[in-house]
């Protein structure tokens, strides 16, 4: 299944098929991106980050791709399980000169993942 | 050991009144944040603080005044308040605040009636 982030806000899967998430970002400046999973009723988590000189990085079930050429991140969930269910937000760090940035989060996504 | 840990967890109060959120870090951080979610899951950053100093401030109404006592604690504390300012609120703090992720404490669900 495939999400366009805002555009559709909601993604449902089966459980152990793959999951993808899109998401546009604002800034051509961002350097680094960040995907959090957020479950009900908690903060959200850490999942993956990728660096603007990279367009691939994989973690354990999870890979993001960067397209900085149209803005764009997906992230890959490969065999989505039940506890996947959760809203995944993107987030891009936005440079405010020197070293100091602040992360600005996306809309996020929904997965629900069907037993 | 929780990392970033808020109090209270629910807060309902009428309109008017002021109240304050306590965020406390045992990470080591230097960098500590305070983000509003809305109904609508929309995370916005509110303010930012490193060492202790402001370094961020989002288009935030004066109403709220965060307040870092040192680099483990920023509170945050709302004047007046109003029906708008329900929302869930997160703090967060990372090391350093570039290029960097952020931990997300619990978060605080406001309600104003």
């Known amino acids: 299944g495939e999400s366009v982030g805002l555009h559709l806000p909601t993604l449902s899967v089966q459980e152990g098929d793959n999951s993808i998430i899109n998401c546009a970002y604002s800034?051509?400046?961002?350097?680094?991106f960040i995907w959090y999973k957020q479950e009900s009723g908690k903060g959200p988590q850490f999942i993956i980050d990728?660096?603007?000189?990279?367009d691939k990085r994989q973690g354990q079930r999870v890979t993001v791709l960067l397209n900085k050429t149209v803005k764009h991140l997906s992230l890959q969930i490969a065999a989505t399980q039940p506890g996947d269910s959760a809203v995944y937000f993107c987030?891009?760090?936005?440079?405010?000169?020197?070293?100091?940035?602040?992360?600005?989060f996306g809309k996020g996504t929904k997965l629900s993942v069907k037993p | 050991d929780t990392a970033v840990s808020q109090t209270p967890k629910y807060l309902v109060t009428q309109m008017g009144n002021d109240k304050s959120i306590k965020c406390e870090q045992n990470?080591?951080?230097?960098?500590m944040y305070w983000y509003k979610q809305d109904s609508k899951k929309f995370l916005k950053i509110m303010f930012s603080?490193?060492?202790?100093?402001?370094?961020i401030n989002e288009t935030v109404p004066n109403r709220f005044s965060p307040k870092s006592p040192d680099k483990a604690h920023l509170n945050l504390h709302i004047n007046s308040l109003e029906l708008g300012d329900s929302a869930v609120y997160f703090c967060?703090?990372?090391?350093?605040?570039?290029?960097?992720?952020?931990?997300f404490g619990q978060g605080t669900r406001l309600t104003v009636v």
């Open positions: 967060a703090s990372s090391h350093g605040t570039a290029n960097t992720e952020a931990f």
């Open positions: 800034n051509s400046a961002s350097d680094y």
């Open positions: 990728i660096r603007s000189n990279m």
């Open positions: 987030a891009e760090n936005i440079g405010r000169g020197g070293s100091q940035g602040n992360l600005i």
């Open positions: 990470l080591g951080h230097d960098t």
């Open positions: 603080y490193n060492n202790k100093e402001l370094i």
